[in-house]
């Protein structure tokens, strides 16, 4: 295995539905962890990006939340409907996407 230039983690922390923190899994961040998936076996990009499940980043508010390193940019709030958009700018163009990165007071 090839050591990837980005790794993705996004966020798939259950709670049950009465908890006060919320989960990201309750915010359909199984959904946008296929679609990252998805987006890896499109892109053939298995060399170059790794996505790995985790468990709580910390934020759970602004969930689903993703993290992504070298850069350390965590995105809050996002959708299935972002993923490609978040692939393809970032994890294969290198620029992170503003409109879906944390604010600070989060991260
Ligand atoms: S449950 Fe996802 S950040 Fe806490």
Known sequence: MSRP???VFVCAQQRPPEHPRGSCAGKGGTAVLQAFWAELQKHKAHDTIA???SGCLGPCDGGTNVLVYPEAVLYSGVTQDDVAEIFE????G???LARLVAP???W
Do not use: D
């Open 94 to 96: 290198g620029e992170p």
């Open 104 to 106: 600070g007071e989060a």
């Open 51 to 53: 996505v790995t499940y």
């Open 5 to 7: 230039q980005r790794h």
């Open 89 to 92: 700018r970032h994890l294969l």
